[in-house]
């Protein structure tokens, strides 16, 4: 049920990604939207426990427990079991299963490959919580690949010039950087301060990324011709004054929207994606088997729409709190960096 605190299992006794402190919290994944510091006890993957720990310090939680993908535990008078959401490392959609019926929240996911982490597992169910960041027909995000390709090609036409490419610390800076790995580019990649910890955690548990420089400390005609990835706040900042003539870039499915990408100053934009688009969405709706369908952040009412055509139950579920990853966090490290 839908509560102050988030999404709440009376039975088991849990929330799940609640937005306020509460006392026993399963989450899904470690962005800050959906990962906060404060709960009495906090299960998830191992990879999401050390992300938090990673961002809030070591007493995030009064107390944690690591859950493995596939594995089942008893909550109160539920199981509980964890499938990959093809989100970010770690990320995680939960099923919940009591008697007969089983009800899975999916946290945030894509159905796109990523290098980076384990890849969407559809999870059969009675009733499916579906987000929908792009929850409308015009979001179709097409192939990450060939948006990288724009970025190399612009690399090799500007070879004067630094190429920025704004995206968010956890999960997409990480795809990013496997993804020109992939298309053949093997020079050193520069980061920005505040994806130093997070990237070189990826880096720990085998995702390889190739070589990674930290961009501070390093002389301006000496960035000609290189990319480094920046938190999306820090390429609009007087950071980026220590770049030669920047191309600023942003990875996001935002870019979709060219507006969007103009009133940023984008130069560059790349639609990269960690959220499925519309065809994501309802094509894992469909795969589930699930007759009923409630919406919990994003652009419900489209969704919501569609599923009642199909002839499903469905509801939003007017959760607040969630949203696009948060920038904010990144802030404190601009400044650092500046």
């Not at 006392?23 to 800050?32: P, Y």
């Not at 070879?159 to 496997?178: F, N, T």
């Not at 130069?267 to 894992?284: C, F, K, N, Q, R």
Request: glycine share 10%; hydrophobic share 40%.
């Amino acid at each position: 049920m839908p509560v102050p605190a988030g999404l709440y299992c009376k039975t088991g006794g849990f929330h799940i990604d609640p937005v306020r402190p509460v006392e026993r919290a399963v989450i899904t994944h470690g962005h800050s939207d959906h990962a906060r510091a404060g709960h009495g006890a906090v299960l998830a993957t191992q990879e999401t426990l050390d992300i938090m720990r990673l961002r809030y310090g070591d007493h995030f939680a009064g107390s944690t427990q690591a859950i493995a993908y596939g594995e089942e535990i008893r909550l109160g008078d539920v199981n509980v079991k964890f499938h990959p959401a093809g989100h970010v490392l770690g990320s995680a959609q939960v099923a919940v299963s009591c008697r007969d019926t089983c009800i899975v929240a999916s946290g945030d996911y894509k159905d796109a490959r990523d290098p980076t982490c384990a890849p969407l597992e559809v999870v059969r169910c009675d009733v499916f919580i579906t987000e929908a960041t792009f929850g409308l027909p015009v979001f179709r995000h097409g192939k990450a690949a060939d948006e990288v390709k724009k970025l190399l090609a612009s690399v090799k036409l500007f070879p004067e010039r630094a190429h920025l490419v704004g995206a968010y610390s956890l999960g997409k800076a990480q795809r990013v950087i496997a993804l020109i790995r992939e298309a053949g580019y093997d020079a050193p990649v520069y980061l920005h301060g505040a994806m130093e910890k997070i990237t070189r955690y990826y880096q720990s548990r085998g995702v390889a990324l190739g070589e990674l420089r930290p961009v501070k400390g390093v002389r301006k005609a000496d960035l000609a011709g290189t990319i480094t990835l920046a938190p999306p706040s820090a390429t609009s900042d007087v950071w980026t004054r220590r770049f030669p003539d920047p191309v600023t870039a942003f990875a996001s499915g935002w870019m979709r929207v060219r507006a969007r990408a103009r009133q940023g100053g984008i130069e560059l934009p790349l639609v990269i994606s960690d959220h499925a688009d519309w065809d994501g969405l309802t094509a894992t709706i469909e795969a589930t088997g699930a007759g009923e369908v409630w919406v919990t952040h994003g652009q419900e009412d489209a969704l919501v729409h569609w599923c009642k055509t199909r002839g499903l139950a469905a509801r939003p579920l007017d959760l607040v709190g969630y949203g696009d990853e948060e920038e904010s966090e990144t802030l404190a490290a601009a400044e650092e960096e500046a």
